[in-house]
């Protein structure tokens, strides 16, 4: 049976997105790295093609934090969640704000798709890829544009 609300089988793949909101904004690497599997698979929008496993994600997340000065500000919407049994899909909007140690400010909305498995020790993220538009003829990244008018956070 698939689940397209707030059904009991969407609410911890949901609570898991929402504590990455959390553990980003704390800078708390070591929450945010338990929301992901030993064995992640992870298509960033930033870095290599393909990373694979927890220590990926740490030095990933470690060079992330490190690049800002300032707290890091993360909000999510239109959160849609689809679960059955022990493996569940979320989507989403997320808009990333925060200024890095070279001033730049950053203000851009990025999509994230992030599968997540259920085992003996709860919902984990298995499966994560977070892109932005680009530009087909130029090849440039769209990080201006914004989501058009529709639900807030999920």
């Known amino acids: 049976m698939l689940n397209y609300d707030d059904s009991l089988d969407t609410v911890g793949p949901r609570a898991v ?3 990455r909101v ?16 030993e064995d992640v698979t992870l298509f960033d929008a930033v870095g290599p093609v393909r990373d694979t496993g927890r220590d990926a994600e740490r030095a990933r997340l470690r060079e992330w934090f490190g690049a800002y000065r300032s707290a890091i500000e993360l909000d999510i919407r239109d959160l849609d969640v689809v679960a059955d049994g022990d493996v569940a899909f979320a989507s989403y909007l997320f ?36 892109s932005v538009p680009f530009d087909s003829a130029t090849g440039e990244a769209l990080t201006r ?7 807030a956070a999920g």
């Open 17 to 19: 997105i929402e504590a």
């Open 22 to 37: 959390a553990a980003v904004a704390a800078k708390d690497l070591d929450a945010l790295l338990a929301c992901y599997a």
């Open 145 to 151: 544009l914004r989501p058009e008018a529709g639900p």
């Open 95 to 130: 808009h990333v704000r925060g200024t890095m140690r070279d001033g730049t400010d950053v203000a851009m909305w990025v999509r994230s798709t992030a599968g997540l498995r259920r085992d003996d020790h709860g919902w984990k993220i298995v499966h994560e890829h977070s």
